[in-house]
């Protein structure tokens, strides 16, 4: 088995601060991490690697010093690296993105063929959800998103079962092999490295391609030229002036306190409760 984990090096978003005059996000000073629900990806690979035996690639398309956190995932037991870094893929949002993957991911298939494909739900600098099924759709694999645990692999067969978190449920489905799966956050806990794991990750040989290397056959498609989105501001939102209002009720009858409380809702916003009539009679 054949598994590659897509991951991005993002900046720590307890940590982001925004430019009170540009309204750009100011990075520098800021840590870089892997995107925690990459994480989860990554346990869940290690698993199916520990179940069937296989490889692990992991691919990270990023500047130079992305590098650290594939030696990172290396230590905790990934087989291979590979950052595709090239200043022509500055700017990319999503689309651009998902088309530089997709070419690596294909330069991978010629290595070895690859079965599944993992990605995290979303970035937490971007929260668009948008890369792994962009990947998916331009490499013709079946896509199955927001998946909460892996039910059965069957690689004989070349099934996959999988349980998909959805509104109101959950959803059992059942699909061929090759795939993309993107995992939700919270379905396992990423295991510890070892000392000799990350000694060896610490010396690990990153592959780094360039866009010729990751067979990015058109330029257009990559960095701000194949961007298409425009982002007009960002900006952090603006602190409450108002403190909280502490009401004194009358714990011991429970009526009273919720007449009391839909009253004080009612007196500061006048149309409130007309608006909760129209939407019951509507």
Not at 44 to 54: H, I, T, V
Not at 64 to 79: F, H, M
Not at 264 to 275: M, S, V
Request: glycine share 6%; aromatic share 4%; charged share 20%.
């Amino acid at each position: 088995m054949h598994i590659v984990v897509c991951i991005k090096q993002v900046p720590d978003s307890a940590q982001i601060r925004v430019h009170p005059v540009t309204n750009t996000i100011m990075r520098q000073g800021v840590p870089a991490i892997v995107n925690p629900y990459d994480l989860f990806s990554l346990e869940e690979a290690l698993r199916l690697k520990d179940r069937f035996g296989g490889k692990v690639t992991m691919l990270c398309m990023g500047p130079p010093q992305a590098e650290d956190v594939l030696r990172k995932c290396i230590s905790y037991g990934a087989d291979d690296a590979v950052l595709v870094t090239d200043r022509a893929f500055a700017g990319a949002d999503t689309l651009a993105t998902s088309y530089a993957l997709a070419s690596a991911i294909r330069q991978i298939t010629k290595e070895q063929a690859v079965d599944i494909v993992f990605t995290g739900k979303q970035t937490i600098d971007g929260d668009t959800a948008q890369v792994g099924p962009g990947i998916a759709k331009r490499l013709s694999l079946q896509l199955l998103t927001y998946v909460s645990r892996i039910v059965e692999t069957n690689l004989g067969t070349r099934t996959i079962v999988v349980e998909r978190r959805a509104e109101g449920g959950v959803q059992v489905l059942k699909t061929a092999l090759p795939c993309l799966v993107t995992m939700l956050e919270n379905t396992n806990e990423l295991r510890f490295a070892t000392l000799p794991a990350m000694i060896h990750a610490a010396g690990f040989p990153v592959r780094k391609w360039n866009r010729e290397q990751a067979g990015i056959e058109d330029v257009s498609k990559i960095g701000l030229k194949g961007s298409p989105t425009v982002v007009s501001k960002v900006f952090g939102p603006t602190p409450r002036s108002e403190k909280a209002e502490m009401l004194e009720l009358n714990m011991s009858s429970l009526p009273d306190v919720s007449l009391k409380l839909l009253h004080k809702l009612f007196t500061r916003h006048p149309t409130l409760e007309a608006d909760l009539l129209m939407k019951r009679t509507s």
